[in-house]
Nanobody, 122 residues
Framework: QVQLVESGGGLVQPGGSLTLSCAASGSIANINVMAWYRQAPGKQRELVAVITSGGHTNYADSVKGRFTISRDNAKNAVYLQMNSLKPEDTAVYYC????????????????WGQGTQVTVSS
């Protein structure tokens, strides 16, 4: 079974920076699209950034120019560099992949991590 494990969350002051990491564990042959979502208290989960296996990226309007998503296919990992953080960025951030091909050629769809808390506050 494949798992996604996030790390790097924490408390940061407004205007600060934070980098989130997400690593996939298990016997993996290929990971398709990887993405970061977030969910603030009382709000729906929203897409923050997405990156394809070829490196194409897309961002929510609210984070464009401040956040950068990247991935390391050799490490089965995805990252989210967050700069100029605002209090409204406070949320639990989740790593996601739409499709993971395992080494036994079985596919897992809609894989989620457990989430990591990001709090932006002075």
């Amino acid at each position: 079974q494949v798992q996604l494990v996030e790390s790097g969350g924490g408390l940061v002051q407004p205007g600060g920076s934070l980098t989130l990491s997400c690593a996939a564990s298990g016997s993996i042959a290929n990971i398709n699209v990887m993405a970061w979502y977030r969910q603030a208290p009382g709000k729906q989960r929203e897409l923050v950034a997405v990156i394809t296996s070829g490196g194409h990226t897309n961002y929510a309007d609210s984070v464009k120019g401040r956040f950068t998503i990247s991935r390391d296919n050799a490490k089965n990992a995805v990252y989210l560099q967050m700069n100029s953080l605002k209090p409204e960025d406070t949320a639990v951030y989740y790593c996601n992949s739409d499709r993971i091909l395992r080494s036994d050629y079985r596919r897992e769809y809609g894989v989620w991590g457990q989430g990591t808390q990001v709090t932006v506050s002075s």
